[in-house]
Protein backbone atom coordinates (compact mmCIF):
# COMPACT_ATOMS: atom_id res chain seq x y z
CA UNK A 1 0.00 0.00 0.00
CA UNK A 2 1.04 3.91 -1.02
CA UNK A 3 2.48 5.52 1.81
CA UNK A 4 1.99 9.42 1.96
CA UNK A 5 4.34 11.52 3.71
CA UNK A 6 3.62 15.09 4.55
CA UNK A 7 6.60 18.15 4.28
CA UNK A 8 7.10 21.61 4.54
CA UNK A 9 4.57 23.34 7.37
CA UNK A 10 5.97 25.51 9.93
CA UNK A 11 5.24 28.78 11.94
CA UNK A 12 5.08 31.55 9.40
CA UNK A 13 3.31 35.27 10.18
CA UNK A 14 0.20 36.78 8.96
CA UNK A 15 0.59 37.24 5.19
CA UNK A 16 3.08 34.63 4.88
CA UNK A 17 3.95 31.77 2.65
CA UNK A 18 4.29 27.90 3.11
CA UNK A 19 4.94 25.27 0.41
CA UNK A 20 3.44 21.99 1.56
CA UNK A 21 4.74 18.56 -0.56
CA UNK A 22 3.12 15.41 -0.19
CA UNK A 23 5.75 12.42 -1.62
CA UNK A 24 3.86 8.91 -2.05
CA UNK A 25 5.86 6.39 -1.52
CA UNK A 26 4.76 4.61 -4.88
CA UNK A 27 3.13 5.99 -7.87
CA UNK A 28 0.16 8.04 -7.86
CA UNK A 29 -0.92 7.60 -11.30
CA UNK A 30 -3.93 4.96 -9.83
CA UNK A 31 -5.17 7.35 -8.21
CA UNK A 32 -8.19 9.50 -9.27
CA UNK A 33 -8.22 12.46 -7.11
CA UNK A 34 -5.19 13.72 -4.75
CA UNK A 35 -6.16 16.16 -2.03
CA UNK A 36 -5.69 18.28 1.06
CA UNK A 37 -7.46 18.33 3.85
CA UNK A 38 -7.20 20.15 7.45
CA UNK A 39 -7.96 19.80 10.77
CA UNK A 40 -8.11 22.58 13.28
CA UNK A 41 -8.19 21.74 16.75
CA UNK A 42 -11.66 20.64 18.22
CA UNK A 43 -13.33 21.18 14.41
CA UNK A 44 -13.76 18.50 11.66
CA UNK A 45 -11.38 17.83 9.16
CA UNK A 46 -12.23 19.73 6.14
CA UNK A 47 -11.14 19.88 2.17
CA UNK A 48 -8.85 22.50 1.18
CA UNK A 49 -7.83 21.29 -2.50
CA UNK A 50 -8.41 18.40 -4.59
CA UNK A 51 -6.85 17.72 -7.65
CA UNK A 52 -7.79 14.76 -10.72
CA UNK A 53 -5.65 12.84 -12.67
CA UNK A 54 -6.52 15.19 -15.69
CA UNK A 55 -5.19 18.24 -13.70
CA UNK A 56 -8.40 19.59 -12.46
CA UNK A 57 -8.98 21.28 -9.66
CA UNK A 58 -11.02 22.68 -7.01
CA UNK A 59 -11.22 24.57 -3.90
CA UNK A 60 -12.51 25.46 -1.00
CA UNK A 61 -14.03 28.82 -0.67
CA UNK A 62 -11.68 30.19 2.10
CA UNK A 63 -8.26 29.90 0.32
CA UNK A 64 -9.44 30.50 -3.71
CA UNK A 65 -7.05 33.02 -4.84
CA UNK A 66 -4.78 32.07 -1.65
CA UNK A 67 -3.17 28.35 -2.63
CA UNK A 68 -2.48 26.20 -5.30
CA UNK A 69 -2.76 23.02 -5.69
CA UNK A 70 -0.24 20.73 -8.32
CA UNK A 71 0.36 17.62 -8.74
CA UNK A 72 3.85 15.58 -10.41
CA UNK A 73 3.48 12.02 -11.20
CA UNK A 74 6.96 11.44 -12.61
CA UNK A 75 7.33 12.52 -9.38
CA UNK A 76 4.79 10.93 -6.82
CA UNK A 77 4.29 14.43 -5.42
CA UNK A 78 1.43 16.79 -4.93
CA UNK A 79 2.21 20.40 -3.73
CA UNK A 80 0.30 22.83 -1.75
CA UNK A 81 1.60 26.54 -2.33
CA UNK A 82 -0.53 28.32 0.33
CA UNK A 83 0.06 32.40 0.01
CA UNK A 84 -1.47 35.73 2.27
CA UNK A 85 -1.52 32.86 5.07
CA UNK A 86 -4.34 33.83 8.43
CA UNK A 87 -4.12 32.93 11.37
CA UNK A 88 -7.34 31.08 10.47
CA UNK A 89 -5.63 28.98 8.69
CA UNK A 90 -3.52 27.16 11.35
CA UNK A 91 -4.12 23.57 11.50
CA UNK A 92 -2.82 20.30 10.71
CA UNK A 93 -2.68 19.76 6.94
CA UNK A 94 -3.41 16.28 5.50
CA UNK A 95 -2.41 14.93 2.25
CA UNK A 96 -4.92 12.48 1.03
CA UNK A 97 -5.03 9.92 -2.03
CA UNK A 98 -8.48 8.24 -3.37
CA UNK A 99 -8.71 5.34 -6.20
CA UNK A 100 -12.09 5.26 -5.63
CA UNK A 101 -11.07 1.92 -4.25
CA UNK A 102 -9.43 2.97 -1.55
CA UNK A 103 -8.30 6.60 0.35
CA UNK A 104 -5.43 6.92 2.08
CA UNK A 105 -4.16 9.69 4.59
CA UNK A 106 -0.65 10.63 5.34
CA UNK A 107 0.47 11.32 8.92
CA UNK A 108 0.02 15.36 8.79
CA UNK A 109 1.94 18.44 9.04
CA UNK A 110 1.32 21.01 11.47
CA UNK A 111 0.87 24.83 9.87
CA UNK A 112 0.90 27.65 12.11
CA UNK A 113 0.29 31.08 11.46
CA UNK A 114 0.90 33.90 14.03
CA UNK A 115 2.96 37.08 15.02
Known amino acids: QVQLVESGGGLVQPGGSLRLSCVAS????????MAWYRQAPGKQRELVAR???????AYADFVKGRFTISRDNAKNTVVLQMNSLQPEDTAVYYCNANDLASITWGQGTQVTVSS
Open 26 to 33: GSIVRFNV
Open 51 to 57: ITGGRGT
